[in-house]
């Protein structure tokens, strides 16, 4: 199993309480699950997936320019 560590400046962490201090790790786990929920969630679906690696790059680079517009790069 991995160890993940959040360090809090020193600067901020002598205003935190016992309590905000339990609140920001009950925070950051939550957000970490899910986010690995999320991950497992895309291997499972791209496993199944029957798409050729041509059609992917194709996908992939549409996906890209599509983002670039959005964004105002292009």
Same mark, same amino acid.
């Given at each position: 199993?991995?160890?993940?560590?959040? /360090?809090?400046?020193? @600067?901020?962490?002598? &205003?935190?309480?016992?309590?905000? /201090?339990?609140?920001?790790?009950?925070?950051?786990?939550?957000?970490? #699950?899910?986010?690995? /929920? $999320?991950?497992?969630?895309?291997? !499972? +679906?791209? !496993? $199944?997936?029957? +798409?050729?690696? #041509?059609?992917?790059?194709?996908?992939? !680079? $549409?996906? $890209? /320019?599509?983002?670039?517009?959005? &964004? @105002?790069?292009?």
């Amino acid at each position: 199993m991995s160890e993940i560590i959040v /360090r809090i400046p020193d @600067g901020i962490e002598k &205003y935190l309480t016992p309590a905000l /201090r339990k609140r920001i790790e009950l925070e950051a786990i939550k957000e970490i #699950e899910e986010r690995i /929920r $999320k991950a497992s969630r895309f291997i !499972e +679906l791209t !496993e $199944k997936s029957e +798409l050729s690696e #041509e059609d992917a790059e194709k996908l992939a !680079e $549409k996906l $890209k /320019r599509d983002l670039a517009k959005r &964004y @105002g790069v292009v």
